[in-house]
Structure formats: C-alpha cells, structure tokens
C-alpha cells in the first residue's frame, strides 16, 4: 500500500470525516459500545455496513476483511471502529479510521479521534485528530494541510455530528 497522495484521496478523506461525524453523533447519544461500520459514498449516497459479531475484535476482524477484500467494489472506504489511542501517559477512547482509496497502487491511511466518553464525570470530549503514520516521511505538512481539511468539510457534511464536535470540542490533547 502507498501513503496518500493529493487530489486522490481528497474523496476517501472526505468520506472518511463524513462517517467520523456519524460515529461522534452516536457516541454522544451514550447507547453503549460503537460497533465498527465500513462506509463510503456511491453514486452520491452514502453506503454503510454494519458488523454486527458479539465480540468486538470479532466484529473489528470482519470489517478489516470487509475492507481489505472489497467485495462491493468501492472505489473508497474507510472502516469505523471504537477502540484506543496511547498517549505517553495512558491510553483514551478514540474512534478509528482506516481510510482506504482502491485505485492502483492503493493508497490508506489511519486516524484516531480520541474522546471523553459521556458517561464520565467530566462529561464527553471530542480531542484532536491523530493521523497515525508507519513512517513520518510518508506525508509531508502541505499534503496533511489539505487532507485534513478535506476530512473536516466531510466531517461538517453530518452536521448532526459536527455540531456535537463543535460543542465539546477540547484541544488538550
């Protein structure tokens, strides 16, 4: 796989923010655990499949398949999941993303939005976007620049969610 490259995977960022906002919208509403979903954008509607296995490494497992085989011919998508992000000192909650763009050679990316869940004392927190890179030099500052604007105006795309990250936003971490 290769690291992203832009334009080309401006679609796959903005598919990946839209389903982000999606995924903050529902961990606000607290109903338990956010199961992973993989999500895309088709002929200008939104695609979303769900995993549904009663563990959810088993569930993380199937849409790793789902989005490693493509079996519905996407020609991007990204992969939701609830999971963890290590800090230095400790590890948070964080929704993770793994973004990837089909055409050849295949492009992906990883990002975690870590959060404050809102059962917690201090109530639900939205941190900063992490872009977790195997290699440092796989992106240079103005490529990350227009990537992740082009992940926040998908992210805007689901105002629902956009809203919520807006109104908890925290930026301490």
């Not at 050679?105 to 976007?129: H, K």
């Amino acid at each position: 796989m290769t690291a992203p490259t832009v334009p080309r995977f401006n679609e796959a960022m903005w598919v990946a923010g839209y389903y982000l906002s999606f995924a903050v919208h529902m961990i606000s509403m607290d109903q338990g655990v956010f199961r992973p979903v993989g999500g895309s954008v088709r002929d200008g509607k939104t695609f979303l499949r769900s995993f549904d296995a009663k563990r959810m490494e088993v569930a993380a497992a199937e849409g790793r398949t789902w989005l490693e085989s493509n079996p519905d011919h996407l020609d991007h998508a990204v992969l939701l999941f609830d999971g963890y992000y290590n800090l230095p000192n400790r590890k948070v909650d964080a929704l993770c993303a793994e973004i990837v763009d089909y055409a050849q050679p295949r492009q992906n990316l990883r990002v975690a939005l870590p959060y404050r869940p809102v059962t917690s004392a201090a109530g639900l927190a939205i941190y900063r976007l992490k872009v977790i890179l195997e290699n440092e030099a796989d992106m240079n500052g103005e490529t990350a620049q227009i990537l992740g604007q082009t992940l926040m105006d998908g992210f805007e795309a689901y105002s629902e969610g956009f809203d919520i990250w807006k109104q908890h936003q925290d930026e301490s971490i």
